[in-house]
């Protein structure tokens, strides 16, 4: 099996700043790209930055700038800079990880249970 387990979530003022981990344990081989998604109350969840094995980036429109994913292949872990929060900012953050358990067989997406962030105004 293969675990998420994110941390650094919190409540934080408009114009601060939070910083989320998220390390991959178990039954790995090796890990493509890392990930974060956030989903806001009566919404769809929504990407907010990847991040490859080699460390290209991508990040949604809305937090370009104020947002930074970085990972550590050797910790396999990943984790998601926060600056400049804004209220709309506010959500459950859900860490993914594309994982090849073994060699020779396909990779496997897997989430982590998901981490509050709370932005106030």
């Known amino acids: 099996q293969v675990q998420l387990v994110e941390s650094g979530g919190g409540l934080v003022q408009a114009g601060g700043s939070l910083r989320l981990s998220c390390a991959a344990s178990g039954s790995i081989f090796s890990i493509n790209a890392m990930g974060w998604y956030r989903q806001a109350p009566g919404k769809q969840r929504e990407l907010v930055a990847t991040i490859t094995s080699g460390g290209s980036t991508n990040y949604a429109d809305s937090v370009k700038g104020r947002f930074t994913i970085s990972r550590d292949n050797a910790k396999n872990t990943v984790y998601l800079q926060m600056n400049s929060l804004k209220p709309e900012d506010t959500a459950v953050y859900y860490c993914?990880?594309?994982?090849?358990?073994?060699?020779?067989?396909?990779?496997?997406?897997?989430w982590g249970q998901g981490t509050q962030v709370t932005v106030s105004s």
């Open positions: 993914n990880a594309d994982v090849r358990r073994s060699i020779g067989l396909r990779t496997s997406p897997y």
